[in-house]
């Protein structure tokens, strides 16, 4: 008869629903605050990498000058935020002296930069059980001439 009765018995039922859904809300919300954190700081280091190609498009040359390009256009750059630079100038399909002259045509050699941006992403809430950091790169290569 007890039983009966307590089985009969809804007055917790919200409070049982609502302790097994609370979790699985909790870890939604959670998931969209990294997804949401992650994507913006792609998105950020994106921006920075177009902002040095924009400074060698326009003609901008100086490697210093265009690292502090990127930097000030990296939006909530990571601690150990990394620019790197390198130039690379091509005769044909072969590397070349970016100061002499193509032999074959006597023409200036194709100028490369290759824009490199790194850095560790870190989740706006530490989980610990959950990966809460991911190494993030973003590259572009211009032609510059």
Do not use: H
């Not at 909790?26 to 954190?37: Q, Y």
Request: with cysteine; hydrophobic share 45%.
């Amino acid at each position: 008869m007890l039983i009966k009765a307590l089985l009969a018995d809804r007055g917790g039922g919200s409070a049982t629903e609502f302790a097994v859904i609370l979790p699985v809300l909790a870890f939604l919300v959670l998931g969209i605050l990294d997804g949401w954190s992650l994507a913006s700081s792609t998105l950020n280091m994106r921006a920075a990498v177009q902002a040095g190609a924009r400074y060698l498009m326009t003609g901008g040359f100086e490697e210093s000058a265009l690292r502090s390009v990127i930097k000030s256009a990296w939006a909530n750059a990571p601690s150990d935020a990394e620019v790197t630079v390198e130039k690379q100038c091509r005769c044909a399909s072969s590397a070349s002296d970016c100061l002499a002259l193509c032999e074959s045509t006597l023409t200036t050699p194709a100028t490369y930069y290759t824009v490199r941006v790194a850095g560790t992403w870190q989740a706006p809430v530490e989980v610990r059980f959950l990966s809460t950091s991911l190494n993030l790169t973003q590259e572009q290569v211009v032609r510059v001439r």
